[in-house]
């Protein structure tokens, strides 16, 4: 959570206004890259990033659209899929359980989780 | 030619060059579409539209075959699943493939649309013809939609957006045609996507699954110049596609190359690909 938060406010953080031969960039719009992080993230676990779901109301982050999240459960099972065939062929298993299992952050380097609500 | 049959034209060279693959072809007579083989596993369905503004739409590509020629141009690809063609009206401007029952629709109204939006003749700067506009237009839907099809057909990995995927997917096989055809298709691409607005101002506008109009046509040009910087330089010199962009396009094309190689080549039947790459899809006045 805190990766997948960190990442998109740093997105929704930048102040730049695309216009014109903007879009010409080999990037996306930083607007862009906040919802796509975000709708992998609540595709692939919805309860934890429950406070992504659309419903008005104040938030601390802006939530997803109902249109993007109902679409949000495939997009995360294409990419896993594609995963699947085209990496984890070359992830050794066992390791990637004592990776999962380890403790990468500092409890201080943990921050809050979404709006909470 | 007859608007109709151009229409039709458009909509045959679609899908033979969603069969077309990397390798080009080496020179050979063309032959008639009728010589090539069906798909066996491509069905059929023209739909009659409620709507009497769409009854033409319906009656010229029915008249034309278009869906009976389509299942000529689908030899080459070896598909896993039963896939149904249909043109129908949907009340709504749009193509669409539905893996939930392997359809491909192509609806009147996005044909009816791209015929009413054309340039009269011409772009203002004299670039893009009617016919290209709509050429373009119905085709690179056709081939967008094409990508979708293929990815559940034949279980391609997708990284990213798939409906990103699916424009790169587009702007590939367009490229695996002549250079008339791959320039006729893109700037009927680009002339419909700088027709259309991008969003702006909220967060929330940018949050649809799809690129905005200006990206994914930059994106577009982009691998045409890529693919074939000589065909594609006058897009550069005219504006359409910022230097800054240009001099990594070649990369982006490299890349995508290796991925159609990778997942979508071995489906391929590459002697009849070539026979569907030499056929004449589309007339002079169509290449215009």
Request: glycine share 6%; hydrophobic share 40%.
């Amino acid at each position: 959570v805190t990766t997948i938060i960190g990442t998109a406010k740093f997105f929704e953080m930048t102040n730049h206004t695309w216009t014109g031969t903007d879009f010409a960039s080999e990037t996306s719009p930083e607007a862009q890259r906040f919802y796509n992080y975000l709708c992998v993230a609540y595709g692939g676990d919805p309860l934890t990033f429950r406070f992504l779901a659309p419903r008005p109301g104040p938030s601390a982050l802006p939530r997803l659209t109902a249109h993007r999240a109902q679409r949000c459960p495939r997009e995360f099972s294409q990419v896993q899929h594609a995963f699947d065939l085209r990496i984890m062929p070359f992830v050794d298993p066992d390791l990637v359980v004592k990776v999962r299992a380890s403790q990468w952050l500092r409890p201080d380097e943990i921050g809050s989780q979404g709006d909470g609500k | 030619m007859s608007r109709a049959w151009s229409l039709a034209g458009a909509l045959i060279a679609a899908w033979g060059l969603m069969a077309a693959m990397v390798v080009v072809a080496t020179p050979a007579r063309a032959e008639s579409w009728e010589a090539i083989p069906v798909n066996p596993s491509v069905d059929i369905d023209y739909a009659r539209p409620d709507a009497p503004g769409l009854l033409p739409v319906y009656e010229a590509v029915q008249k034309r075959r278009i869906l009976e020629e389509l299942q000529h141009f689908l030899a080459p690809l070896h598909l896993p699943h039963r896939l149904l063609l249909r043109t129908a009206q949907c009340d709504q401007i749009n193509a669409f493939y539905n893996p939930g029952n392997r359809s491909l629709t192509l609806c009147y109204e996005l044909v009816a649309d791209a015929v009413k939006k054309a340039p009269e003749t011409v772009s203002s700067d004299g670039f893009i013809t009617r016919e290209a506009a709509i050429f373009g237009e119905v085709v690179g839907v056709l081939l967008h939609e094409g990508g979708h099809m293929m990815f559940d057909m034949l279980d391609v990995p997708v990284f990213g957006r798939e409906e990103d995927a699916a424009d790169q997917n587009a702007s590939f096989l367009a490229l695996q045609f002549n250079k008339d055809v791959a320039r006729t298709i893109t700037k009927g691409f680009v002339y419909f996507s700088s027709q259309r607005s991008d969003p702006s101002g909220s967060m929330s506008a940018f949050a649809d699954e799809h690129g905005t109009h200006s990206q994914r046509m930059y994106n577009s040009l982009c691998l045409g110049y890529g693919g074939d910087p000589q065909t594609f330089q006058e897009f550069i010199d005219r504006g359409w596609l910022p230097k800054e962009r240009a001099q990594y396009c070649g990369e982006e094309f490299a890349q995508l190359k290796l991925a159609f190689v990778k997942t979508i080549l071995p489906f391929i039947d590459r002697p009849l690909i070539q026979r569907v790459q030499q056929a004449e899809w589309l007339t002079p006045d169509e290449l215009k």
